[in-house]
């Protein structure tokens, strides 16, 4: 289902309940005695930011935030929801793609926000690990490593706003997957409240621990369905010294996957980030956001914009790219290529890369995205095949594509230019997705490789997992929340 299609109660029609006449009153006063005043936002105005999501697609309403500042008091009110039957949505820094922390339009269902749980609870350097509450702010986080001279490798364009415990219950990708994996690769332990309010502590630093399932890894990803999430121990990484970013002209996806063979062999795990950028996702750049130059002389179609890492000087580090760059340029592999020379550089390089969404909504016309991943090595063949299918389907549609190419995850929109958003019919929305997801299908790939699946998804899963996955999510989901009341009627 396309997000168009699935508006929660589009239009802005927001039930409020106001405590002294509804049913939730009660109920209200009893979260109240638990989290007290400070713990709970029932002011209609107060409300609003929770219960819409960032993109304004998703509208619900609910009759209470409950702000808990502790473990204990999540635990609480869990269990006087588990007892009332009064259905729960965590919320982080609502920031999430999918519409999985907006509450349902009825009114039913009471937000849980981690926001006050937002300690840093322990560094431990030497194991290179930190515990934290499930509130912090992602760069709350990323600060207090460095300042234990640290890395926390997590980071993506909402890193202001969202939490850990929302980055670990989307599986959060970002921009360093390639060297240190997705937020799933980056948990030893977890702290989670049970749907019947149970706490289980499984707060352990350990890199080695076979001791039956892996059960924190159930928790990552649910999308708050089968638990809440309310501390983690966080792996930490040698804090790198210096950075060294380039942007390079290649002939095509084919190329821009062979360099990244042959910067991996020369500079090994130094690659740290590998951005595919196509001509026209700069152009809409260049357009419309202002300050931004083509970092070449010369036009070109294809781009790759790369980060290697390391802890020696920036010089050694500038040098080794700037060597590989040569070795690729040999081969042809790369046509034109530009190396920042300090951080502004870097960073001026890396502002046209996280603006193009922005860009993209600047554009007349309908943006149909898709958050996709093939195997890596598929990539070139795949780009292809859907651009010429979409093309033949919708004569004179763009193809927007970025994205991680190291991870195989491709932002992978059709830009349909002058339609009205009026005049794109749902049902082309629905023709354009489902092409493109046949195709990924095809191979073998993910039709939501980053952002999850929470409203926006639902039917995409039924229709592209299997029926033995849809069953064995179903079995779980029933096992750890038999009364259904972690975030019903997301994912599932
Ligand atoms: P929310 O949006 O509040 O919640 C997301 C889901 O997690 C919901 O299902 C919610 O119920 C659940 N949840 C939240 N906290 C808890 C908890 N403590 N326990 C249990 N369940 C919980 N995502 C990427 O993967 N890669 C990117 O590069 C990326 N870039 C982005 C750039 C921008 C500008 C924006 C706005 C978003 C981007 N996102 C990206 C999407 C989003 O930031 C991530 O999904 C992020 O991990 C969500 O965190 P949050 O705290 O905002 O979670
Ligand atoms: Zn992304």
Not at 245 to 266: K, S, Y
């Amino acid at each position: 289902m396309l997000a168009q299609l699935s508006r929660y109660n589009a239009g802005g029609n927001v039930m409020t309940i106001s405590n002294s006449t509804s049913a939730a009153g009660p109920l209200i006063e009893r979260i109240a005695a638990i989290v007290g005043p400070q713990g709970l936002l029932t002011e209609p105005r107060d409300l609003e930011p929770y219960v819409v999501d960032w993109r304004g697609i998703y509208r619900g309403a609910t009759p209470a935030v409950v702000r808990p500042a502790s473990t204990e008091q999540v635990a609480a009110v869990v269990k006087l929801c588990t007892e009332t039957a009064t259905p729960i949505v965590p919320q982080g820094g609502n920031t999430g793609m999918c519409g999985a922390s907006v509450p349902h339009a009825d009114g039913s269902e009471i937000v849980l926000s981690l926001a006050r749980m937002n300690r840093v609870l322990e560094v431990d350097a030497l194991n290179n690990t930190m515990t934290v509450e499930a509130g912090c702010v992602l760069a709350n986080i990323q600060q207090a490593a460095a300042e234990a001279n640290r890395l926390f490798p997590l980071s993506l364009g909402a890193e202001g706003s969202c939490q850990i415990g929302g980055n670990l219950s989307t599986n959060a990708g970002g921009v360093n997957v390639l060297r240190y994996g997705n937020a799933r690769d980056l948990v030893l332990g977890l702290e989670v409240v049970l749907p019947d309010g149970g706490i289980w502590n499984g707060l352990r630093g350990l890199r080695k621990d076979n001791t039956g399932y892996d059960l924190k890894q159930l928790f990552i990803g649910a999308e708050g369905t089968l638990g809440i999430i309310t501390a983690a121990v966080l792996k930490l990484f040698p804090r790198p010294a210096a950075t060294a970013t380039a942007w390079t002209a290649v002939p095509h996806p084919e190329a821009a996957l062979e360099f990244l063979a042959l910067l991996r062999r020369h500079c090994g795990d130094r690659v740290t980030a590998f951005e595919l950028i196509s001509r026209n996702c700069l152009d809409l750049v260049l357009r419309h956001v202002p300050g931004t130059r083509d970092p070449l002389a010369k036009e070109r179609n294809w781009y790759a914009l790369v980060d290697l890492s390391d802890s020696h000087s920036g010089h050694a580090l500038r040098s080794e790219l700037e060597l590989a760059l040569e070795a690729a340029m040999e081969d042809a592999l790369v046509l034109d290529a530009v190396v920042a020379e300090n951080e502004g550089q870097s960073k001026a390089l890396w502002r046209i890369r996280e603006s193009i969404p922005e860009a993209a909504r600047g554009e007349a016309g309908m943006l149909y995205r898709h958050d996709i991943s093939v195997a890596t090595s598929r990539i070139p063949a795949f780009i292809e095949e859907a651009r010429a299918a979409l093309e033949h389907r919708f004569p004179g549609v763009d193809v927007i594509c970025f994205g991680h190419l190291g991870d195989g995850n491709l932002h992978y929109n059709a830009f349909i230019p002058g339609r009205s958003r009026i005049a794109a019919a749902a049902r082309v929305a629905r023709d354009v997705t489902d092409l493109v997801y046949d195709i990924v299908q095809r191979y073998h790939g993910s039709f939501s490789a980053e952002h999850g699946i929470g409203l926006a998804k639902i039917e995409e899963l039924r229709c592209y997992k299997s029926a033995i996955e849809i069953e064995l999510m179903r079995t779980l989901k029933h096992a750890i929340d038999p009364g259904n009341i972690m975030n019903p009627g997301k994912v599932l």
